[in-house]
């Protein structure tokens, strides 16, 4: 009877099951699930930075000298369309009549002197970094650039 118990107990697998849920399918699931996550965050900032700089553009289009700077108000637009993005980690360049006036560190734009004319196109360009991190493979940052042109009404 003790050698029949042995044996069974020898070719009993009902555990492993359990241990290779453990070992093989936690991890992958859980790497999975980071992914998507950090994923799904990346394409929310994405979709957030490109209607941003669409918000952004049209305001500048529709500007024409009403303001005294007019990337500078473009820098406001796209901030308040975009309030979920770090604002310090943005970067404008706005093109008028050819000419960019570029951001540099955390300074905004500044156009004041620019005479914009009807017709002409204007094209604002917004970078914004993006850091993924994927459990067991560390993180990565990304640059994400979201440009715009419209013709100055």
């Known amino acids: ?14 555990g492993s099951a359990l ?4 070992f ?12 998507m996550i950090f994923f799904g965050i ?9 209607n941003a700089v669409q918000a952004g553009a049209e305001q500048l289009a529709l ?7 007019p990337c500078a108000s473009t820098v ?11 604002a310090s980690s943005l970067r404008y360049t706005v093109t008028l009549g050819g000419t960019a006036y570029s ?3 955390t300074t905004t734009p500044s156009c004041s002197s620019v005479t914009m004319t009807t017709g002409e196109t204007a094209v604002l360009t917004v970078t914004y970094p993006v850091t993924v991190n994927v459990f067991a493979f560390g993180s990565h940052t990304y ?3 979201a440009t715009t042109t419209e013709l100055i009404q």
């Open 63 to 69: 500007l024409r000298g009403n303001v005294a700077d």
């Open 143 to 145: 640059t994400m650039t």
């Open 76 to 86: 406001t637009d796209v901030q308040n369309a975009a309030p979920g993005l770090t």
């Open 19 to 22: 241990a290779e849920m453990a």
């Open 42 to 50: 990346a394409l929310n900032n994405d979709l957030a930075l490109n």
């Open 103 to 105: 951001s540099s560190g």
């Open 24 to 35: 093989v399918v936690v991890p992958l699931m859980v790497m999975m699930i980071t992914g």
């Open 1 to 14: 009877m003790t050698a029949r118990l042995r044996d069974l107990a020898i070719r009993d697998e009902s």
